[in-house]
């Protein structure tokens, strides 16, 4: 549903290309992985995340340019590069990120692990002892798991699952019946732990783990009988992982999508990783047979999976090595001896993650499941988990005869499988569920719920810039509002009458949504703060968003720079805009904020001649979501909220200088040194809003 446009006004040289703006994201989140500051298990943490971030990426990002080249499409997007030099661009790039992490996880982070009693031993210094323990495993856990196939006429190559970890065997001699293929392929299979414990009793150090991929190598011989082992390389495969489904094809989309997500996992492979030792020819021949190009082809000097160490932290019971625990605060309105209902009657209620605790939501949830008076509940869910608390009061509320609506988006992308199952289970007990609108996921957090008071039905909400997912309440920066104001209400309500019905787009009093409004109106928005300095008063825009790169925006934003708007941009991942371009860009800047919490929320001020206007939202300034996506962006209209809003979620970011990187005009960024007082958002909101810590 975008709008036709004018081409953009602005050459190719002021936008800057998303996946290379992505790839510096991951050199920031490396850099957390490098700084001494950090605990040292955290860090640990920060390499892994890396590896998993580059993992998506390979599988959506470079997959995309791949389909790109493949239909031959040569045309340049709006940064002016090619598919065919984007990806060789990112080649380059994410190898030289590689080498940097794995140097960063070889020569520091495992070193300094071994000096605080964590050790992750080599096989060559393993003891005697260990070396029994490690071969009785071996016969007892792994080898009665493993099937090797040979291959020859008879014995093609299996099947690669994405991500698996599998081991390339070279070898010489004759089998028992005479076949001499001189390779085979050993399959890991995903029940098997990638780093073991060893027993205390053979070991100095209190934690020692080792490596299924070194207890393979030492006894892979045994799969094997009577031929020697030449070589034996570990290699993984990173496959297309996008959805595809056709609108005018589908009749069922959850039946549908299920078939769909079997293919996931043997979809066209887009990265090969081995091991650093894997001879020249096996490496050739895994190339080919995955229909790969030699830039394709990444060497890792240590294992090929590190999102397996994710783990580790959580197995080491040192708490001086990881970031300090801490319990998350009541929110301000809230009391202990009052029913939420009561609570949100008498004020708005903002909830600032994780520094508060999002209870109130599922205690909202849970107070509605069981109040007689409560005849309604709708919601919408985009990510949740597969044991979700707030789920589980949404199964039984509608067992307890309330009309439970539930919009659950089934493409939320690695999260589809968690999602039909929960589907599956709330349509058993009787509850409503939707899937949207095809071809527009729906992004928005809503929840609704229909009270019947004294003076009629009152609707209860809660607005969100962030998903319905306890876990993820503790690892992301995200703004909640409860609220019974009754436009805010009927707003709420109109969106789920369009989610669950059909209809015409009506005007709503005060959300801005997408497809329809969001994105106009935020360029308006823009252009009213251009208008203003124009005539010689302040103007101010303030953002915080997950990504900026949608190029209307982009455009506005540099008029507005030009006409003199000051304007300050928190993005934490890729940016296609370029700030202080003289004559550009002069009167913008990009920041970047990385810390122990993802930051999530998404925060829109406008000066407006000073009756400020504050928004959030869940959505980013970027082309999906302003139209291919169902999104939300609700006005602050309590003055003692907005002000909060401001000092937590827009000031400390912006005088952030130990966690913050500035943006340069050539898409790098440089990280904020302390002048003085260390100031770093995440750590002084712990500190102002958490319970203890």
């Given at each position: ?79 002016g590069i090619s598919p065919a030099d984007l990806l060789r661009r990112v080649s380059d790039e994410v ?223 040192r708490p001086e090595l990881k970031y300090q625990p801490f319990t998350p605060g009541t929110s301000r ?361």
């Amino acid at each position: 549903m975008r709008p036709q446009i004018e081409p953009a006004k602005y050459p190719p040289e002021h936008f800057i290309n998303r996946e290379l703006s992505l790839l510096q994201f991951q050199r920031r989140v490396l850099a957390q992985a490098a700084d001494p500051s950090v605990p040292l298990l955290e860090r640990l943490r920060f390499i892994c995340i890396v590896s998993s971030n580059l993992d998506e990426f390979f599988e959506i990002r470079v997959s995309g340019i791949k389909e790109q080249i493949r239909i031959g499409n040569r045309k340049s997007g709006i940064d002016g590069i090619s598919p065919a030099d984007l990806l060789r661009r990112v080649s380059d790039e994410v190898h030289k990120i590689i080498s940097e992490q794995y140097a960063l996880l070889n020569e520091d982070i495992l070193p300094a692990l071994e000096q605080e009693g964590v050790t992750f031993l080599r096989r060559s210094l393993w003891t005697e002892a260990q070396r029994d323990w490690i071969r009785e495993y071996f016969l007892r856990e792994v080898m009665p798991v493993l099937t090797p196939i040979g291959l020859d006429p008879a014995h093609p190559f299996p099947r690669v699952l994405n991500k698996s970890l599998n081991f390339a065997v070279e070898l010489d001699g004759l089998d028992a019946f005479g076949r001499d293929s001189g390779a085979a392929i050993v399959q890991a299979p995903r029940a098997l732990p990638r780093v073991i414990r060893l027993p205390g009793e053979i070991c100095e150090q209190e934690y020692t783990f080792v490596f299924l991929s070194s207890v393979l190598h030492a006894h892979v011989g045994e799969l094997f009988a009577g031929m020697q082992v030449l070589g034996c390389y570990q290699f993984r495969v990173t496959r297309n992982s996008d959805l595809f489904v056709d609108e005018e094809e589908v009749k069922d989309l959850r039946t549908t999508l299920k078939g769909e997500l079997q293919q996931r996992h043997f979809g066209d492979a887009v990265r090969l990783e081995v091991a650093d030792n894997c001879s020249e020819d096996m490496a050739d021949f895994l190339v080919q047979h995955f229909h790969l190009e030699r830039g394709d082809l990444y060497r890792t000097p240590g294992i090929v999976n590190l999102v397996r160490l994710m783990q580790v932290p959580d197995w080491v019971d040192r708490p001086e090595l990881k970031y300090q625990p801490f319990t998350p605060g009541t929110s301000r309105g809230l009391d202990k001896r009052q029913e939420i209902f009561d609570a949100v009657r008498r004020q708005d209620i903002l909830l600032h993650h994780p520094f508060q605790s999002f209870a109130p939501v599922i205690d909202l949830l849970r107070t509605a499941a069981d109040d007689p008076q409560v005849l309604a509940i709708k919601m919408t869910v985009y990510r949740t988990g597969t044991d979700s608390v707030l789920m589980e009061h949404l199964v039984r509320a509608a067992q307890k005869g309330k009309e439970v609506t539930v919009v659950l988006e089934l493409m939320a992308r690695f999260d589809e499988e968690a999602n039909i199952t929960w589907a599956n289970r709330l349509e058993e007990v009787g509850a409503h569920v939707v899937y949207g609108v095809f071809g527009y996921k729906t992004h928005a957090k809503l929840l609704m719920v229909v009270r019947r008071e004294e003076n009629g039905l009152r609707h209860y909400t809660h607005l969100g810039t962030g998903n319905y997912h306890p876990r993820t309440t503790r690892l992301y920066t995200d703004f909640g509002l409860l609220t019974c104001n009754p436009e805010i209400g009927e707003d709420v309500a109109t969106i789920f009458k369009q989610l669950t019905g059909l209809g015409q787009a009506t005007e709503l009093s005060h959300l801005w949504q997408a497809p329809f409004t969001l994105q106009p109106k935020v360029v308006a928005a823009i252009r009213r703060e251009a208008g203003i300095a124009r005539e010689g008063r302040k103007a101010r825009v303030i953002a915080k968003m997950n990504a900026l790169l949608e190029p209307e925006t982009i455009e506005a934003l540099y008029d507005a720079s030009q006409a003199g708007v000051d304007i300050d941009l928190i993005v934490r991942g890729p940016c296609a805009l370029r700030p202080g371009v003289p004559g550009l860009s002069d009167n913008i800047r990009v920041r970047s904020v990385i810390g122990r919490f993802l930051e999530h929320h998404r925060i829109f001020y406008f000066r407006a001649d000073g009756d400020e206007q504050v928004f959030l939202s869940s959505a980013d300034w970027m082309d999906r979501n302003f139209f291919r996506r169902i999104e939300i962006a609700f006005p602050i209209l309590d003055a003692r909220i907005k002000r909060r809003i401001i000092r937590e979620g827009l000031r400390p970011y912006i005088a952030d200088n130990s966690q913050a990187w500035e943006m340069l005009p050539n898409g790098c960024y440089r990280r904020k040194t302390p002048r003085g007082a260390r100031r770093a958002a995440q750590l002084g909101l712990l500190q102002e809003l958490a319970a203890g810590t």
